[in-house]
């Protein structure tokens, strides 16, 4: 009775590998309403997994009781790569957040409990190894915890939960991610010699809404990565300018002191808490916010010099607005009177990413700029926020750590000639 009643959810259903398949298993039927299958062994194309399922039919919705284990789950094999293009939207709305409502429905057709392990997952080519979840799901209140896995040499711990019983579903999200080595993620995506060095990543963050777009707009929490003691290589360098390399003449100006990007999130408005990026020979710095209920940006980059060979190269201020799909970056000419010298030759080249950009100009002088030698790095690190222009530095006057709009002024400045040719790279 029991297989009969689970048989029409069953009908129709596809499994999305193909392949051999070999199924044992002891099962048991308890009553007209419950069934379960204990000692699993299930082996489908390049899937095998072990466990037990059970499932009751007899309550007011259906519920599951599953614990699986794999020693290898390779979801580039079981989900081949398709050369079937996307099907486009429906409409665009120029916004990165969808507003479509979420599928909450599916959260209180069933109720159910989920442990699953697995010794080494493959996706996209990377490994991920010792995973462990936890799900459990009950009157459309979903929480995932743990959620624990190791990931390019460091942990991953995370919980979550969904709560769709109500009319607005409330998220309750925790991410923890301590020493991920991101020189060998960069080197397993064929990046090479771009950087060395481990990351951090925790975010905290509630919310509540019926679509992703809602959710955002509420969001309160923090969001904070944080790297120190990493290393810039040659190609990271070549990508700024080739020029950089003739003056980052010691390791310690290729040292990443740190890098430090926190947002604290408050109803939807994520404002900068610290922005820092410090080698040896520059620091840069951001403020400013992004909005999340309108996708709109109001930032600032403000990179500084830190040694006299540097000062060879323009550290170009720039400011970052638009919206999350069509940021427009602007250089800030007023702010960079100060770091460069009239008679500037060409433009060597520029990089725009991530929110820390470095617009390079080698100048035919030597530079009669201002130095900022002011430990970003301390303050950063010990969770403080760092506003520029309020902090005590060697050089640069005071400046607003709120970014400004951008400057439109006509004056005779020697950077104008620049600006018109930078403008370029970034369609303005």
């Not at 800030?332 to 725009?352: L, Q, Y």
């Not at 990413?353 to 690190?381: N, R």
């Not at 400046?399 to 370029?424: C, D, R, Y």
Request: glycine residues 10%.
């Amino acid at each position: 009775a029991a297989a009969a009643m689970l048989e029409p959810s069953l009908k129709g259903m596809e499994l999305p590998i193909r392949g051999a398949f070999k199924v044992s298993s002891l099962m048991k039927v308890d009553g007209p309403t419950k069934i379960s299958l204990g000692d699993l062994d299930v082996s489908v194309g390049p899937l095998a997994l072990k466990g037990r399922v059970a499932v009751d039919l007899g309550g007011a919705r259906p519920a599951l009781d599953v614990a699986l284990k794999t020693d290898t789950l390779n979801l580039d094999e079981l989900l081949p790569k398709t050369n079937t293009p996307a099907a486009p939207a429906k409409t665009d709305t120029g916004r990165v957040f969808p507003t479509d409502p979420l599928p909450l429905d599916g959260l209180k057709a069933v109720d159910a409990k989920v442990a699953f392990a697995a010794a080494r997952i493959i996706a996209q080519g990377m490994d991920i190894t010792d995973v462990s979840v936890s799900l459990s799901l009950k009157n459309g209140r979903l929480n995932v915890d743990p959620l624990a896995a190791v990931f390019a040499g460091g942990k991953i711990n995370a919980n979550v939960m969904l709560d769709s019983s109500k009319a607005s579903a409330a998220l309750q999200a925790k991410v923890d991610a301590q020493q991920i080595d991101y020189g060998q993620l960069l080197t397993q995506q064929g990046l090479t010699d771009i950087a060395t060095g481990k990351i951090d990543l925790n975010v905290d963050v509630t919310g509540s809404g019926s679509s992703v777009a809602q959710l955002m707009a509420g969001l309160d929490g923090k969001t904070r990565v944080q790297v120190r003691d990493g290393k810039l290589e040659s190609g990271a360098l070549n990508i700024i300018s080739t020029d950089m390399l003739n003056v980052f003449d010691s390791q310690d100006d290729k040292k990443i002191r740190c890098a430090v990007v926190q947002f604290n999130i408050t109803q939807g408005l994520a404002n900068t808490h610290a922005i820092v990026f410090e080698t040896g020979g520059f620091s840069v710095l951001g403020s400013g916010s992004a909005n999340l209920a309108d996708e709109t940006l109001k930032l600032r980059v403000d990179p500084r010099s830190k040694k006299a060979n540097l000062a060879t190269v323009a550290m170009v201020p720039v400011n970052i607005t638009g919206t999350f799909a069509k940021p427009d970056w602007q250089i800030d000419m007023t702010g960079a009177a100060g770091n460069v010298v009239a008679g500037a030759a060409r433009t060597a080249g520029a990089i725009a990413s991530l929110g820390l950009s470095l617009l390079v100009e080698k100048v035919a002088k030597e530079a009669v700029g201002q130095f900022d030698k002011t430990d970003y790095c301390t303050p950063a690190l010990a969770g403080k926020q760092v506003i520029p222009g309020e902090m005590k530095s060697a050089a640069a006057p005071k400046q607003s750590g709120n970014a400004p709009p951008p400057a439109k002024t006509e004056s005779a400045n020697p950077l104008k000639s620049i600006g018109k040719s930078l403008g370029g790279l970034f369609g303005n």
